[in-house]
């Protein structure tokens, strides 16, 4: 094409005048990102008085109960959201006994973070029993090795009821388990906990971008989740399937993980879903950016906040990120 078309009577459309100034393209922006959206995954470690890097994740550490307090204080100031907590216990066993032992490690840290904040902000658990089995798998395991599902989903009924007892406010099925929101709905109600929400973990793939976080937990996880988590090379029709699965089930708001690689997904399903969609920026998504960054390979701050806004812009209306502090101050 030579000449440009032009409509007889009508100017030429130029659509850079409205970028032309930095008031003009906030005018006419459609996504953003506030501080409100953002939920920070935050580690515990059982007997320590110290907080422990994590060197897979610059800037994330292990807390103690003490330094999670403070930590926690510093987000609810920045204007975070949300706290996703994962516990990493100094014994595990066969069945995950500190899951819903009271004076677990993730218990104890939401009983002294509601006696706290109170409602102050939103404390979500994980619940899975992958931090606190020996073998690092998400659920119980049978004679021959396998993750046995019903045996799981008790399991799963248990510690869904001791995170609600010790102050959760929302608890995050993360263990792909079928039945496993039916399951805890039902355990939630049957001791009194109607108001405690369940965030799905629906859909969850099986992927290698949760490389970092399997040292964020100490994770002793030998081989992979594949028999539970999603094929991360089929995609969207099993979504869609364990979102309708997870909203029948009783839902409140569910996820889909990770975020960035998975971004087709979570336009399907923030379209389909009859209920509030988050997505979790996970370890590796994070990982990749601080590294290139360390090395002066990409602006930190702009890539972070670029992903961020793709994944606002993909549907997702809640956000965990491990950026979730620096973010909410930079946005604010
Ligand atoms: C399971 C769980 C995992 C993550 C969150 N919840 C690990 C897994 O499924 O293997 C990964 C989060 C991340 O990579 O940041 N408890």
Redesign the pocket.
């Known amino acids: 094409m030579t000449e440009l078309p032009v409509l007889p009577g009508f100017p030429v459309s130029r659509p850079r005048r409205l970028r032309a100034t930095a008031a003009l393209r906030r005018l006419t922006a459609e996504t953003s990102v506030r501080p409100a959206d953002l939920v920070l ?1 935050m580690f515990v470690r059982e007997a320590s008085t110290e907080p422990i890097a994590i060197s897979s994740m610059p800037g994330v550490v292990q807390h103690s109960q003490e330094s999670l307090i403070k930590a926690a204080h510093d987000a609810i100031e920045a204007g975070v959201g949300g706290l996703m907590l ?1 516990g990493v216990p100094t014994s595990k066993d066969a069945i995950g006994s500190g899951a819903d032992d009271p004076d677990g490690v993730l218990n104890v840290a939401f009983r002294n973070l509601r006696a706290e904040f109170g409602d102050e902000t939103v404390l979500m658990a ?1 619940l ?1 029993l ?2 606190f089995t020996d073998h690092g798998h ?1 659920g119980v395991l049978d004679e021959a090795g396998a993750v046995d599902n019903d045996a799981t989903l008790l399991r799963y009924a248990s510690m869904g009821i001791a995170q609600a007892r010790a102050g959760a406010h929302v608890v995050g099925t ?2 792909m388990m079928d039945g496993q929101v039916a399951a805890v709905r039902a355990a939630l109600d049957a001791e009194g906990f109607l108001d405690t929400a369940i965030l799905a ?1 629906a859909p ?1 793939y099986a992927s290698a ?6 040292e ?2 100490d ?1 002793s ?1 030998q081989g992979d ?1 594949k028999s539970y ?1 999603q094929d991360n090379q089929r995609s969207t029709r099993e979504a869609l399937a364990e979102v309708a699965l997870d909203v029948a089930e009783g839902a409140d708001m569910v996820m889909v ?2 975020a960035l690689p998975y971004l087709d997904v979570l336009r399907v399903v923030a379209d389909a879903s009859p209920v509030p969609v988050a997505a ?1 920026q ?3 998504e ?1 990982a990749m950016v601080e590294a290139a960054a360390e090395r002066g390979w990409l602006e930190r701050e702009r890539v972070m906040l670029e992903t961020l806004t793709s994944i606002k812009r993909a549907g997702a209306s809640t956000i965990l990120t ?1 950026w979730a502090v620096d973010a909410a101050r930079l946005l604010r």
Not at 209 to 214: A, H, K, V
């Open positions: 995954p994962f994980d899975c992958d931090e998400c993360s263990g973990y969850k971008f949760y490389g970092p976080f399997r964020a937990v994770s996880l989740r988590q993980k990770p979790y996970v370890s590796g994070y491990y």
